[in-house]
């Protein structure tokens, strides 16, 4: 168990559809990163926080954008859903020390998305 | 950050060392070589990480050549829980850009009973 946890564990939905999907950082981690797995790409980094601010972006599309909350949580929302938006999607929380090298990243257990 | 390049898979009998190559030949001098390990489609879990020492920890130890080139990462005695895709990361952590992994496709390990 690392500690993050996100909910909610599965979601199926439909194309067109708008969620959310939510992510608990560990205990005193500041950081919180959102990655996205689907079978043809891999891991893919989409988008960091740092105790409430934007930090970097990835491969974020348009229609996915996240915040942080001042009680460190964060939430990935995910509108006009398409078929390819189905894949897993994982949250990762560090301290988050900026500039930092040995800033060790705490994945979740994952939201399997499926868009039908 | 430096590319790493790895094999696609392996295979280890149980009980055995498995031996893990990574090669990151442009890495620079204040890039950190991380290993994580993905079992089925559960959430990325670290294993171990380091900068020019070898390092040991209770999972695994990391060797890294002297020129920093290549790295191995060494599971002592191989179990079936060990079988996962194992990630092979060179990151630098920028102070205004952030701390962010870039995964590669990384490394599927079997261990066979």
């Known amino acids: 168990d690392s500690g993050v946890t996100q909910t909610p564990k599965h979601l199926i939905t439909a194309t067109g559809q708008r969620v959310t999907l939510r992510c608990s950082p560990r205990?005193?981690?500041?950081?919180v990163y959102w990655y996205q797995q689907s079978l043809d790409q891999g891991l893919q980094f989409l988008i960091q926080?740092?105790?409430?601010?934007?930090?970097a972006k990835g491969n974020i599309l348009e229609r996915f954008s996240a915040q942080q909350f001042p009680d460190l949580h964060s939430e990935l929302n995910l509108s006009s859903l398409e078929l390819g938006d189905s894949a897993l999607y994982f949250c990762?929380?560090?301290?988050?020390?900026?500039?930092?090298?040995?800033?060790?990243?705490?994945f979740g257990p994952g939201t399997r998305l499926t868009v039908l | 950050d430096a590319k790493t390049t790895q094999p696609p898979s392996m295979d280890c009998a149980e009980g055995r060392a498995a031996n893990l190559p990574c090669n990151h030949s442009?890495?620079?001098?204040?890039?950190?070589v991380y290993w994580y390990r993905q079992i089925h489609s559960q959430g990325p879990q670290y294993i171990i990480h380091?900068?020019?020492n070898n390092e040991t920890n209770e999972m695994a130890s990391l060797i890294i050549t002297e020129d920093r080139k290549s790295s191995t990462l060494i599971l002592p005695h191989a179990t079936l829980r060990d079988t996962a895709v194992y990630y092979c990361?060179?990151?630098?952590?920028?102070?205004?850009?952030?701390?962010?992994?870039?995964f590669g496709t990384g490394t599927s390990l079997t261990v066979i009973p």
């Open positions: 380091g900068l020019k």
């Open positions: 442009t890495i620079s001098g204040n890039e950190y």
């Open positions: 926080y740092y105790n409430g601010e934007e930090r």
């Open positions: 990762a929380s560090s301290v988050g020390t900026s500039g930092t090298s040995t800033d060790t990243q705490y």
């Open positions: 205990s005193g981690d500041l950081s």
């Open positions: 990361i060179v990151r630098v952590a920028r102070r205004n850009t952030g701390n962010q992994f870039y």
